[in-house]
């Protein structure tokens, strides 16, 4: 028997999540400009947006803040900081499959202390017309099947305490979770990782230098950009050794900001177009081959967000139009 949930009984649900946790979800913004919709904790069901369009800047905000201070420092002590549980409600499949992947990211080769802190204390749900699949990072998935009901499928052992309480009903058969079908698309050609890798000398990143701001726009609105720099901000006293004080902070950053690439006296990526490269490659060449996936969910986000209409899509359909030419 597979689990459903009705529109009326979802309301309650979220009320009784609101009794216990901070819920945060989608919400109408009437004052943006493309996107009418961003994620903001919430008072009542009332206010989420359960279709929502696009978002600005995806869920991976709270677990990547664009800034945060790692740790306090007094003296010998290190103190870390307070994580507060939450529940991100509603996002869409496409921003719960760059959860997923970034969880990947931040746990191996090397374990990102700071993000996992926070993942273990945040919650997700998931609500979409889509299936669910296995690369999605979420606790509970809500599939809507119809205009007032949803089938639920938990994810975790939190995600099944969820659907214990008696909005959920059992009815007719168990459906299974798919497995995750990859359309024909461009970011998944079978050899694209080799394509751009080769492209280094192409004519397209000389032409994008024409037209990109180099702002770094498409990097901070991505679900898998995570870019980021530290400082030490420390107090400075009369006696700094008896009364020595201060904090970590870490802040996004972005790869195709000249700065970014400064060590010392040295600027090792100077040129726009290595910049522009080097963002494609890191996205269709590295993240492939070291997790076996692309550093892109098609969200569209650094499409509709580029203020010089650049669309990534099309850069990488002209690099493998032009690697059939050359067969």
């Not at 017309?129 to 990072?137: A, E, I, K, T, V």
């Not at 030490?232 to 195709?256: A, V, Y």
Request: glycine letters at 4%; a neutral charge; one cysteine or more.
């Amino acid at each position: 028997m597979s689990l459903t949930i009705h529109h009326q009984d979802l309301s309650h649900f979220i009320d009784d999540l609101l009794k216990k946790w901070s819920v945060y979800g989608p919400v109408e913004d009437q004052e943006a400009t493309k996107s009418r919709h961003r994620f903001q904790k919430i008072k009542n069901f009332k206010e989420i947006e359960l279709s929502y369009g696009q978002t600005v800047i995806p869920p991976k905000k709270y677990l990547l803040p664009a800034k945060e201070i790692l740790f306090k420092f007094k003296k010998d002590n290190i103190i870390p900081p307070e994580i507060k549980e939450a529940i991100i409600f509603g996002l869409n499949k496409k921003d719960g499959e760059g959860i997923f992947y970034l969880d990947m990211v931040m746990s191996e080769p090397v374990y990102e202390e700071s993000y996992n802190r926070r993942r273990k204390n945040i919650k997700f749900i998931i609500v979409d017309d889509l299936p669910p699949s296995n690369n999605l990072s979420c606790d509970l998935y809500l599939q809507r099947v119809s205009e007032n009901d949803f089938l639920a499928f938990p994810y975790s052992e939190f995600g099944a305490e969820l659907t214990n309480k008696n909005y959920f009903v059992h009815q007719g058969e168990v459906g299974t979770i798919s497995t995750r079908h990859l359309p024909d698309e461009i970011i998944y050609h079978p050899r694209l990782d080799e394509i751009v890798e080769k492209s280094r000398n192409h004519p397209v990143w000389e032409k994008l230098t024409k037209t990109c701001f180099n702002c770094g726009i498409c990097t901070y609105v991505c679900p898998l950009c995570y870019c980021f720099e530290m400082n030490d901000e420390i107090n400075i006293t009369k006696d700094i050794e008896k009364d020595c004080q201060g904090c970590r902070n870490r802040t996004w950053d972005s790869c195709m900001l000249p700065d970014f690439n400064k060590v010392t006296f040295h600027n090792f990526r100077p040129e726009i177009k290595d910049r522009i490269y080097t963002w494609y490659y890191h996205k269709f060449v590295r993240m492939p081959r070291e997790y076996g996936f692309p550093g892109c969910v098609d969200c569209g986000r650094c499409i509709t967000y580029c203020p010089a209409n650049i669309n990534f899509r099309d850069v990488l359909k002209e690099l493998i139009e032009d690697d059939k030419k050359q067969k």
